[in-house]
């Protein structure tokens, strides 16, 4: 609905009667990442960090078999982002499996592992990205019971009287000992994450390169566009 909203008011702007698939598009990078920064002057260097973090994203998705290939990259500025990378389910999801989260993962801080394996040096880019793979990551944890070690109890809100279906609306807090487990156990998903991220990339790196290229070239690479560079 508020996709569709702001296409109607940037065909309006261009006294446009007819909403278009390209008014649509723009419609949707807004209400993802923000209205356009074009008043930013970025540097070549930061230009190319981008580049290759959201090259680091895209490879890293279309090298997992659990999460959807990204269907859209850009580099250009958005918001609070320096660009970003898409994915998009072929169908409407509501339930994920541990290897489809864990896949997630290695997708969010594919940024960073390009960003070390090029530049050897992480940016404050990959803080967006770190968070929300954190919060997956204890998700896992926390509520879902995909840990072994701390077991399908979830922590968080206070479930009440089952029978009712009301929760308690406390919080069920985990002892220090499973705390500290918790704690373990989401770095441990962090680290393997950004590992498998590296090393995916570490071992396609002319894909990267070649993704990088065509971002600093075109700026905006679409599904046809990353077929033809992963063909085969």
Not at 35 to 41: A, G, H, M, N
Not at 49 to 61: I, K, N
Not at 138 to 155: C, D, I, L, Q, T
Request: proline share 3%.
């Amino acid at each position: 609905e508020n996709v569709l909203n702001e296409a109607a008011l940037l065909t309006a702007r261009v006294d446009g009667n007819v909403i278009t698939g390209d008014a649509l598009e723009e419609a949707t990078d807004r209400v993802v990442g923000g209205p356009r920064r074009t008043s930013k002057i970025i540097s070549e260097h930061e230009k190319k960090v981008t580049a290759y973090h959201e090259g680091g994203h895209t490879l890293a998705a279309w090298a997992m078999k659990d999460i959807e290939r990204v269907y859209k990259v850009t580099i250009l500025a958005r918001g609070r982002t320096g660009g970003h990378a898409m994915t998009a389910a072929e169908d409407d999801k509501g339930m994920y499996n541990r290897s489809e989260l864990f896949a997630r993962l290695v997708f969010a801080m594919g940024g960073r592992a390009a960003e070390e394996l090029v530049f050897g040096n992480p940016t404050t880019g990959a803080s967006a990205d770190i968070e929300m793979a954190t919060k997956i990551a204890k998700a896992m944890v926390v509520e879902y019971g995909m840990s072994p070690r701390v077991g399908a109890v979830k922590f968080g809100e206070e479930q009440g009287d089952p029978f009712v279906g009301r929760g308690g609306g406390g919080q069920f807090h985990p002892s220090e000992q499973v705390a500290a487990l918790v704690d373990e156990d989401v770095r441990m998903l962090m680290d393997k994450a950004q590992n498998i991220a590296y090393e995916v990339l570490r071992e396609h790196r002319d894909y990267l390169d070649t993704l990088a290229e065509k971002l600093l070239e075109k700026e905006t690479l679409r599904r046809p566009d990353l077929e033809a560079i992963f063909e085969g």
